[in-house]
């Protein structure tokens, strides 16, 4: 397997866009992660899935983000509108059976509002 | 709850000697435990991990970890350093019966190499 794959690996935007990040989960895991990273508050979880519906998203920051798992090989994370503030590196993760083991992470997207 | 603290948040050593990176959890319950590494813009990649076997785990690299339920502690090592080794690492703690959702993180410590 591929691992988890994230796209864009890089986005800069306008401030007031809409951004979308994707992500690919590995095959046969059925958790899937969103989390940000900024260096002032460091790992963040935004939300999680499970068989492709949403848990828990307590950590979505507010409801400009919104995120969707349409199946189990596939999940969008949108902001819209974006803001400068949102600039940080997005990770996917995914893993098996479980949101307490071992999560696989993507590279992420690094994401930039101008 | 769970929470995970991570005792430095800069570690450097010269190549070749002994790394040490410290970590301490909190847990209500039996917890899982876990370092992961993150080399600069890369994802982060798991280490170890501890889930109530051995206590002392070993991991890739060359890396172990010892749970130590008296000091709620489970310190990263690792006998040599190398400059690959040089990034970022995180110390992450997994309540299964009580706490916070998934995976709690600690702030992370970047280890320096020096030649």
């Known amino acids: 397997d591929a691992g988890v794959i994230q796209s864009p690996r890089h986005e800069v935007t306008e401030m007031g866009q809409e951004v979308t990040l994707r992500c690919k989960p590995i095959?046969?895991?059925?958790?899937l992660f969103w989390y940000r990273q900024t260096m002032m508050r460091g790992l963040e979880l935004l939300i999680y899935?499970?068989?492709?519906?949403?848990?828990?998203d307590s950590g979505m920051p507010e409801d400009r983000f919104s995120a969707k798992m349409p199946n189990a090989s596939f999940s969008t994370l949108k902001i819209q509108p974006s803001e400068p503030r949102d600039s940080a590196v997005y990770f996917c993760?995914?893993?098996?059976?479980?949101?307490?083991?071992?999560?696989?992470f993507g590279q992420g997207t690094r994401l930039t509002v101008v | 709850a769970q929470s995970v603290t991570q005792l430095d948040s800069h570690v450097s050593v010269s190549e070749g000697t002994p790394v040490l990176l410290r970590c301490n959890y909190s847990?209500?319950?039996?917890?899982?435990l876990f370092w992961y590494v993150q080399h600069p813009n890369k994802g982060l990649q798991l280490l170890l991990k501890?889930?109530?076997?051995?206590?002392l785990v070993k991991g890739i690299n060359g890396f172990e970890a010892e749970f130590k339920k008296s000091e709620t502690s489970f310190h990263l090592t690792k006998p040599s350093a190398h400059m690959s080794d040089a990034a970022e690492y995180f110390c992450?703690?997994?309540?299964?019966?009580?706490?916070?959702?998934?995976?709690?993180f600690g702030k992370g410590t970047h280890l320096i190499i020096q030649p």
């Open positions: 993760a995914s893993s098996l059976g479980s949101a307490y083991t071992e999560a696989f």
């Open positions: 095959s046969g895991h059925d958790y």
């Open positions: 899935f499970n068989n492709n519906v949403p848990i828990d």
């Open positions: 847990s209500s319950y039996s917890p899982s």
């Open positions: 501890y889930t109530s076997a051995a206590t």
């Open positions: 992450v703690v997994s309540d299964l019966q009580g706490g916070a959702d998934g995976l709690t």
